[in-house]
Every structure is written in structure tokens, then in C-alpha cells.
């Protein structure tokens, strides 16, 4: 059974950095890529950040472009969300992801979650 745990987040104020990570395991097909979605209360789920598998690539929401970085440790089965200039709006339940097949910003093509890791900016 596939999975995914993450750790990292945290209450910081606004301006500041955080890195979240997220280790996989239990996967016997290959996983396509791994994303950061995050959803604050009131609001639908919003990716963030994708790297697919070898990091060959990434890809990043407008809202998070040029802050935040996603990097894959493949020894280690693990993602990383760095996050630097941290502002109010930025918090949120962050949830790792990972992909099978569709490697696009979009909840509903996710095929595991993890449960879930609260940020908090403080203005």
C-alpha cells in the first residue's frame, strides 16, 4: 500500500522559509510524478509544485513561481517543497500527491495523498 507522509510544516511569520518533505513508500508500480497541493480553509484544493520522477522537470503554479522549489531525493524516495519568502497567503493544509499517469495541477488526477501538513505565515 502506497504511502505518503509528510512533515515540515510549521508557523512562521511572513517573509520567512520553510521546507516540507515527503517520503513514499509502499509503491510497486512506478510513480509518474509526485506534487504539492495545499487548501486553506473555505477553498478547493490548488497545486503547487510537480516533479516528475528523475526531476527532469518541474512546474509551478503562478501564485508560488519563483518562491517556492520542488527537488526529489530518488535514494531516499523523497520530495521536497522549499519555500522562501513566505507570505499570509500562503497558509494552508499543504498535501502531498502523486500521479500514476496524469502529471497535471489537478486534485482529481491524483491517485494517493498523503494526510495532510498545516502552515501558518503570520503577517
Known amino acids: 500500500q502506497v504511502q505518503l507522509v509528510e512533515s515540515g510544516g510549521a508557523s512562521v511569520q511572513a517573509g520567512g522559509s520553510l521546507r516540507l518533505s515527503c517520503a513514499a513508500s509502499?509503491?510497486?508500480?512506478?510513480?509518474?510524478?509526485m506534487l504539492w497541493f495545499r487548501q486553506a480553509p473555505g477553498k478547493g484544493r490548488e497545486g503547487v509544485a510537480v516533479i516528475l520522477s528523475g526531476g527532469t522537470s518541474t512546474s509551478y503554479s503562478a501564485s508560488v513561481k519563483g518562491r517556492f522549489t520542488i527537488s526529489q531525493d530518488s535514494a531516499e524516495n523523497t520530495v521536497y517543497l522549499q519555500m522562501n519568502s513566505l507570505k499570509h497567503e500562503d497558509s494552508a493544509m499543504y498535501y502531498c500527491a502523486a500521479a500514476l499517469r496524469n502529471c497535471g495541477l489537478l486534485a482529481d488526477a491524483m491517485d494517493y495523498w498523503g494526510k495532510g501538513n498545516q502552515v501558518t505565515i503570520s503577517s
Open positions: 509502499g509503491y510497486t508500480n512506478p510513480l509518474r510524478c
